[in-house]
């Protein structure tokens, strides 16, 4: 067929004339053809018709608003859907397409509204709520309270239910505006546009799941209780009896017009905290040795020296206690006396 084309396309140009001028119909394929588009029309109008006629109780089920985490996301996105359901009722009108995406984010905001009082409006406390809050219909159909002498979105709040999530996203949005403070400041916000119903417990609630204010407000992290001063630290007695030693920066003195290294060793005392300052050359292990003898000799031997185990002080160490260690009692040879014959 795609090559020879239909069979009626091979007949004489006249007899086609003459079968369509004695009332036969055309060809199957155009008429299956013509039924198909006619379909397919009559399902576009009977979904038309039920989108506009239920929009608003149903947009919870063309949007699924727990996908969305900020309000404002969730009101672009339906201003979105609700300008490309505009743009192909209208068959790509050029006003629709310069039409700004702002009308729209105002009409998706009053079908939310709608939508989230739809919920509220089938439970039984509505009767005691329109007594309570003064409820009434406004001109586009928005529930609102009546309230005092203010400007008319505070004066006539929209009330708001607590269980849909809508309302959730309008308080954490709230609560981005008043810069994540306190619940009285994030429920003035709120007043001033909404009235939701046990508002409070709802809105700490919410602000208690906050990250940001939660990574601000908690405590941080709590260290450890230091552990209790060493024996030596709280031991009274002479100054220098339990000593710490250690080795200061370099210090550049001018000797015979060339600048030379030198070094400090700090010793401190461990219970006073008293400073005893000596000048050495170099950091060589015989250097320390003999800043150590100076010390000792100014302030006295100590019981106990800490450092904190540098080269100089470990091979000091060792140089010390080899130079000062006794002999072992193995070691002693003790040589038998000889008898004497008398």
């Known amino acids: 067929m795609w090559f020879t084309g239909p069979e009626w ?4 140009q006249c007899t086609r004339r003459s079968t369509y001028a004695n009332g036969r119909n055309p060809a199957e394929d155009a008429i299956k053809e013509l039924k198909v588009k006619e379909r397919m029309k009559k399902t576009a109008e009977i979904t038309h018709l039920n989108i506009t006629t239920n929009y608003e109780q149903v947009m919870s089920k063309i949007i699924e608003s727990e996908r969305f985490g900020c309000l404002n996301k969730l009101l672009r996105t339906t201003a979105i859907v609700l300008k490309v359901v505009d743009l192909f009722k209208s068959k790509g009108d050029l006003r629709i397409k310069e039409k700004p995406l702002t009308d729209y984010i105002l009409e998706a905001e009053e079908l939310w ?7 509220l409006m089938s439970k039984d406390k509505t009767k005691n709520w329109e007594r ?16 005092a002498d203010l400007t008319q979105t505070q004066k006539h709040p929209a009330i708001l239910n607590t269980k849909h999530y809508v309302t959730s996203l309008i308080v954490k949005d709230s609560h981005e505006r008043v810069k994540h403070n306190a619940v009285k400041s994030t429920l003035t916000e709120i007043r001033s546009k909404y009235w939701i119903v ?27 209780d230091p552990p209790a001063l060493p024996a030596f630290r709280t031991t009274k007695d002479h100054p220098f009896t339990f000593t710490g030693v250690d080795f ?45 003898k100076r ?33 072992r009692s193995e070691e002693i040879s003790i040589r038998p006396k000889k008898k004497l014959d008398l």
């Open 248 to 292: 200061a920066e370099p210090l550049y003195v001018k000797q015979s017009n060339k600048m030379e290294k030198t070094y400090l060793v700090l010793y401190t005392c461990a219970v006073s905290r008293a400073v005893h300052l000596d000048l050495v050359n170099d950091m060589s292990t015989e250097a320390f040795i003999r800043s150590l």
């Open 132 to 147: 309570e809050f003064g409820l009434y219909k406004d001109e586009r159909g928005i529930i609102r309270c009546g309230d």
């Open 198 to 224: 046990r508002r409070r417990r709802f809105v700490r609630k919410l602000i208690h799941r906050c990250a940001i204010c939660r990574r601000i407000e908690e405590n941080g992290y709590i260290p450890p």
């Open 113 to 119: 509204l709608k939508d989230v009082q739809h919920c």
């Open 295 to 327: 010390f000792t000799a100014r302030r006295g031997i100590p019981k106990e020296v800490k450092s904190d185990n540098g080269k100089r002080c470990k091979a000091a160490s060792r140089q010390l206690s080899s130079s000062v260690r006794l002999p």
């Open 9 to 12: 396309l091979k007949t004489n």
